[in-house]
């Protein structure tokens, strides 16, 4: 089925028992967030919220909760999407086989913006920002955000739809120092497509002109946040994946979206800002109060019987992990277009996905060389450090397979994999002083922080210990050793004061190590607060360890030293404990859990819900 709108897309899946209707009134503070936690850890249906406290319009969340259910939303068009993403990655493909692919051209000519006269019926009525569903996520919130907007700008040296940007960036509807319906706060982060807008505005010396788009088709939702190559436009895409042509009209000078169910207009102005956040965020923790662009509200328009779509974001895998493997699905092998020698590249969920990468390169530089070591990775390493969001990641692990097949996403199995080969005096690469993701705050500040290369290739030279090394009982101030997983172990200590007292105490925990020996067999060791925890999982491990340490602070070794300023080690130590600078970790409200289990006892909407 071709969804023309929204609520098309609700009568869909309730038909096919997808979805279920809350007639109870829910509390937009915090308790609708808290019921589609619970309902999407159960991996439960999408909710709609018939009767949403202080608001006259329905809402709607977990669409997108499984790829099960993603896939049979797109069920009509996605096929015809992977072709034409496959040609965009082949063009010869088309070239050599042309009959095949006339349906893949008449997909992408139906997915062209279609522009009409007038904006009815989004525009149908106006309304004001109080009437939204002012929904509150997490207890330390600033306000009301949106969590699925679908952010729209024009570039403005060349304005018109076809150079136009589509981005999901966060918006602050309430709270704060913003004046209630006449102003919101616009969170974008670094390397996304509206900054470029703004900045061409700025040098112009104008406002820039933006209309967030809320509801529609869920193609056009998905189009906002899908990794495409510049100057393919988002709405050419939605088209794409709705199998129906992005319906567009101006008013006012402002984009608006046809089929939207809710469309706000507004400008940010050069050198405007309001403190923005804090907001509970996708690696688990609070992203803080910045300065972010302020949006001046124009209008707030939506449709007759419009419905109020929303997702919750924290620690990992929340709803936006099936964005992920959607994504995923639609592209296919594109990475390997876009970098020559890489044959997958996967980003952690369970670490909050852009601190942590692991890859698979090849190596084809030097086959005459009896001793094998990478070469090629390292190339290729800079390449996928240099390219669009990737370049975000903290920790990238990567090797070539060499007589036996890898998969990124088995991953202790990769990790055991470079462990046994990598050379820990050479394969470790630093990148200081560099962007990291905007919600990171292991760095130095926003944005700011370091990167680090594990490259490995060649033959095994260790074997993992698969227990904890008895060198670990005899460290003073140093308690509680359990292993991860084979060759690496977490170890727990008191809680960290600063980097100046933790350079001492490295020092003393590296010569006690050093002079103990016995840790052949142990390459990677992990600082934490709590061993029981941090081993208690594979995702509390990648979590906490990759999310909590910056590279370059908070990387040590044993006998660690520098050649020509390249450090190595002899073993790895990773300090993952909470620094003072670091985000508070996302923590449910007990009475908010306590209020909203109404809804899951007998009789009531929610009773179905296996939790």
């Not at 124009?298 to 992990?321: C, L, M, S």
């Not at 970098?339 to 990468?357: F, R, S, T, Y």
């Not at 910056?550 to 790895?572: A, E, F, I, L, R």
């Amino acid at each position: 089925m071709k969804y023309r709108n929204m609520e098309d897309c609700i009568n869909d899946l309730e038909q096919h028992g997808h979805l279920i209707r809350i007639k109870e009134e829910v509390d937009p503070n915090l308790e609708m967030a808290a019921i589609h936690m619970k309902v999407h850890e159960a991996k439960g249906p999408a909710l709609l919220f018939e009767n949403v406290k202080g608001s006259k319009f329905q809402a709607v969340s977990n669409l997108f909760g499984t790829l099960e259910r993603c896939k049979f939303m797109f069920r009509n068009t996605l096929e015809g999407v992977q072709r034409v993403m496959a040609v965009r990655d082949d063009p010869m493909k088309a070239l050599k086989t042309p009959l095949q692919h006339i349906s893949t051209g008449l997909a992408a000519w139906q997915a062209l913006p279609k522009q009409k006269s007038i904006s009815l019926p989004v525009s149908a009525q106006e309304i004001q920002i109080s009437d939204l569903p002012l929904i509150k996520h997490w207890p330390m919130d600033g306000g009301a955000f949106v969590t699925l907007p679908q952010v729209y700008s024009e570039d403005p040296d060349k304005p018109g739809i076809m150079n136009s940007n589509l981005g999901m960036y966060r918006v602050q509807l309430s709270g704060n120092d913003y004046a209630m319906n006449k102003e919101i706060g616009l969170h974008y982060q670094i390397h996304r497509g509206i900054g470029i807008h703004q900045a061409k505005a700025v040098k112009k010396g104008e406002p820039l002109k933006v209309s967030i788009f809320i509801g529609g088709p869920p193609a056009h939702t998905l189009s906002a946040v899908m990794p495409l190559p510049e100057g393919l436009s988002e709405l050419t895409f939605a088209g794409l994946l709705a199998g129906r042509r992005f319906r567009y009209s101006y008013k006012d000078g402002y984009c608006i979206s046809n089929d939207a169910d809710f469309v706000i207009t507004g400008d940010i102005y050069p050198g405007e800002t309001k403190p923005e956040g804090p907001f509970g965020d996708h690696l688990g923790y609070y992203s803080l109060t910045h300065e972010f662009p302020l949006m001046k509200v124009h209008k707030v328009y939506a449709k007759p019987n419009a419905i109020w779509p929303f997702t919750v974001v924290g620690r990992p895998p929340q709803e936006d992990t099936a964005f992920g493997d959607l994504i995923h699905e639609i592209t296919g092998d594109a990475i390997k277009q876009e970098i020559p020698g890489v044959k997958e590249v996967h980003a952690v969920d369970a670490a909050g996905v852009h601190p942590l990468l692991f890859a698979i390169g090849s190596e084809r530089y030097t086959p005459y060389q009896t001793v094998k070591q990478p070469t090629e990775l390292l190339t290729i390493a800079n390449r996928i450090l240099g390219t669009g969001q990737l370049s975000l990641a903290k920790y990238l692990f990567i090797t070539a397979e060499d007589q036996q097949p890898l998969d990124t996403h088995r991953e202790v199995e990769f990790l055991t994999y470079i462990l046994e080969r990598m050379n820990l005096q050479r394969d470790i690469h630093f990148h200081t002083n560099t962007t990291i993701d905007t919600l990171d705050y292991s760095g130095t500040g926003l944005n700011t922080g370091s990167k680090v290369v594990f490259a490995a290739y060649g033959e095994k030279i260790r074997e993992l210990c698969t227990e904890v090394p008895d060198t670990f009982k005899n460290i003073r101030g140093y308690t509680n050793a359990q292993l991860i997983m084979p060759g690496i172990v977490s170890i727990q200590t008191s809680a960290f004061t600063s980097y100046e007292e933790t350079a001492r105490e490295m020092q003393q925990f590296t010569d006690m190590l050093k002079e103990q020996g016995g840790l052949d067999s142990c390459p990677l060791i992990i600082l934490c607060d709590d061993s029981s925890f941090l081993s208690a999982s594979l995702s509390n491990f990648l979590w906490a360890t990759f999310t909590r340490s910056n590279p370059s602070h908070d990387m040590y070794g044993v006998n660690s030293s520098y050649t020509h300023k390249h450090w190595g080690c002899d073993q790895m130590i990773i300090d993952a404990r909470v620094k003072p600078h670091q985000a508070p970790p996302l923590i449910p409200d007990p009475a908010v859990e306590k209020s909203i289990e109404r809804l899951f006892v007998s009789g009531a909407s929610l009773a179905s819900v296996k939790i």
